[in-house]
């Protein structure tokens, strides 16, 4: 068992933490809103009505994004609800992409989907370039708290696609929704 | 004292591992905020809490076991974090969850869960043990010596 000693040290080292964790984080800018609610989406990805727009001008855009320059808004990433993300689905050359690990692609995965891991964006160069020629891309990871698809959009945006929209409630949501999975890797290109 | 010479070694290593843990999580809060989030333990004002308040513990752990100052408790608070750590990331690998660790670097791939992860907190947790146990034993020789 501790001595007492070493159970007020502990706990002087405790307060301590508290006090500089919450003053530093109410000081500076970059500091977390302390709240019972979770932040989502982020600020910069709009959801519904934005996307709803952007959505309708990929939809009737022959050429997709990239080949409607001057008319498109440039690029741009969205959070897609459940009946947007079926509306995506159904375009011509829309590439639906599974952020999670192969792993968890082969487990199961939503049908059509093809598999492209956050973290191996610099192993699958082919992959990529097959992504940034597509209309517009759907990405999902597993649920609303995963950050799979955020970070594989980020990537993507940067390497020069132009419509990006994730499926926030992700393969959970899409279970949750009765929709089917599949499983094994055969929707890899 | 035999072993005196790996204590010091392993005492600010272990020191020197919750400093280098810890500058990463102050400087970027919000990103560290979501890999404990990407747990799916907590609720979101505990993951906030903890994405405030524990890099600092770790820093001031990881500064008391450098300085040999407040070394009992700082050893104490380094094993139960340890044992929380390796609690979380077994419970992560358990339920399958492909996410990053949020040890060391943020996002990194290197700092993926997995039984490396469980392995290096393991060892951790044995060497704050017995930090804390050799701290206590040195205390307690220092009391006796002051009061014969």
């Given at each position: 068992?501790?001595?007492?000693?070493?159970?007020?040290?502990?706990?002087?080292?405790?307060v301590?933490?508290?006090?500089?964790?919450?003053?530093?984080?109410?000081?500076?800018?970059?500091?977390?809103?302390?709240?019972?609610?979770?932040?989502?989406?982020?600020?910069?990805?709009?959801?519904?009505?934005?996307?709803?727009?952007?959505?309708?001008?990929?939809?009737?855009?022959?050429?997709?994004?990239?080949?409607?320059?001057?008319?498109?808004?440039g690029?741009?990433l969205w959070?897609?609800s459940?009946?947007?993300?079926d509306?995506?689905?159904?375009?011509?050359?829309?590439?639906?992409?599974d952020?999670?690990?192969?792993q968890?692609?082969?487990?199961?995965?939503?049908?059509?989907?093809?598999?492209?891991?956050?973290?191996?964006?610099?192993?699958?160069?082919?992959?990529?370039?097959?992504?940034?020629?597509?209309?517009?891309?759907?990405?999902?990871?597993?649920?609303?708290?995963?950050?799979?698809?955020?970070?594989?959009?980020?990537q993507?945006?940067?390497?020069?696609?132009?419509?990006i929209?994730?499926?926030?409630?992700?393969?959970?949501?899409?279970?949750?929704?009765?929709?089917?999975?599949?499983?094994?890797?055969?929707?890899?290109? | 004292?035999?072993?005196?010479?790996?204590?010091?070694?392993?005492?600010?290593?272990?020191?020197?591992?919750?400093?280098?843990?810890?500058?990463?999580?102050?400087?970027?809060?919000?990103?560290?905020?979501?890999?404990?989030?990407?747990?799916?333990?907590?609720?979101?004002?505990?993951?906030?809490?903890?994405?405030?308040?524990?890099?600092?513990?770790?820093?001031?752990?990881?500064?008391?076991?450098?300085v040999?100052?407040?070394?009992?408790?700082?050893?104490?608070?380094?094993?139960?974090?340890?044992?929380?750590?390796?609690?979380?990331?077994?419970?992560?690998?358990?339920r399958?969850?492909?996410?990053?660790?949020?040890?060391?670097?943020?996002?990194?791939?290197?700092?993926?869960?997995?039984?490396?992860?469980?392995?290096?907190?393991?060892?951790?947790?044995?060497?704050?043990?017995?930090i804390w146990?050799?701290?206590?034993?040195?205390?307690n020789?220092?009391?006796?010596?002051?009061?014969?």
């Amino acid at each position: 068992m501790p001595s007492r000693k070493t159970l007020v040290q502990a706990c002087a080292i405790l307060v301590i933490a508290v006090a500089a964790g919450l003053l530093r984080n109410t000081l500076l800018p970059k500091g977390i809103a302390i709240s019972c609610n979770r932040p989502r989406p982020p600020a910069e990805a709009p959801e519904l009505e934005e996307g709803t727009a952007i959505l309708a001008e990929i939809a009737i855009a022959p050429g997709g994004a990239q080949g409607s320059a001057g008319q498109t808004p440039g690029p741009c990433l969205w959070y897609a609800s459940l009946a947007q993300f079926d509306s995506l689905r159904a375009l011509e050359g829309v590439v639906l992409v599974d952020a999670r690990s192969t792993q968890s692609f082969a487990k199961g995965h939503i049908p059509g989907a093809i598999s492209l891991p956050a973290d191996e964006v610099w192993e699958q160069q082919a992959k990529l370039a097959e992504l940034v020629r597509a209309r517009a891309v759907l990405v999902y990871c597993d649920d609303p708290r995963c950050d799979a698809a955020e970070r594989l959009a980020d990537q993507l945006l940067a390497h020069g696609c132009q419509a990006i929209a994730i499926y926030h409630a992700g393969i959970r949501g899409w279970i949750e929704a009765g929709r089917p999975v599949t499983r094994g890797e055969e929707g890899r290109p | 004292m035999r072993w005196s010479w790996l204590y010091h070694v392993v005492r600010v290593a272990l020191g020197a591992v919750f400093i280098y843990a810890a500058v990463g999580k102050i400087a970027q809060p919000a990103e560290f905020a979501r890999e404990v989030d990407n747990y799916r333990l907590l609720p979101y004002v505990a993951v906030v809490l903890t994405a405030v308040v524990l890099p600092w513990l770790e820093l001031l752990c990881g500064v008391g076991l450098i300085v040999r100052r407040w070394a009992t408790g700082s050893a104490l608070l380094v094993a139960i974090m340890l044992a929380v750590f390796t609690a979380a990331l077994v419970s992560a690998l358990v339920r399958g969850l492909d996410i990053s660790c949020g040890c060391f670097a943020l996002s990194g791939e290197a700092s993926k869960v997995s039984l490396v992860r469980v392995f290096e907190d393991c060892v951790m947790l044995a060497a704050a043990v017995w930090i804390w146990w050799r701290e206590e034993v040195r205390r307690n020789r220092v009391r006796a010596l002051t009061a014969s």
